[in-house]
Structures are given as C-alpha cells and as structure tokens.
C-alpha cells in the first residue's frame, strides 16, 4: 500500500507533477491548432450571419 508508507506531501506532490506533465501535450495542441480554430471560427460566423465567408490574410508563426 502506497498510501501507508508514503506521506502525503509525497503524495500531492507527485499528483501535482502528473497533472502538470498531462497539461503540456494539451498546450502544444492549442498553440499548433490556433490558425485552424481561427479559420473555422471565422467560416462559422460568415455561415451563422448569412455572409460570404471572407479570405484572411496568413499570419506569420507566433513569436
């Protein structure tokens, strides 16, 4: 049993790092998929509205 021989500061602090390492992956993802949920933000609201969906001009990476 792991929680009889290890304290609980051990415990959340473990606990702590594993969330931390399942955040990173995540993080990454919304960085890399920014410029597509952009797109398809703006293709939703010229579909939501009736217009023409309008063609954005490309930005450069994120500094």
């Known amino acids: ?5 290890v304290n609980l500061e051990q ?6 790092a594993m969330v ?3 955040c990173v992956p995540n993080v990454l993802g919304m960085i890399i998929l920014a410029p ?13 509205t009736g217009a023409a969906p309008t063609r954005h001009r490309q930005r450069g990476p994120l500094p």
Not at 1 to 5: D, K, L, P
Not at 11 to 16: A, E, F, M, Q, R
Request: without cysteine; charged residues 20%.
């Open 1 to 5: 049993m792991v929680g009889a021989s």
């Open 11 to 16: 415990v959340l602090n473990i606990s702590d």
């Open 20 to 22: 931390f390492v399942l």
């Open 36 to 48: 597509v949920a952009r797109q398809e933000l703006h293709r939703l609201q010229a579909r939501l």
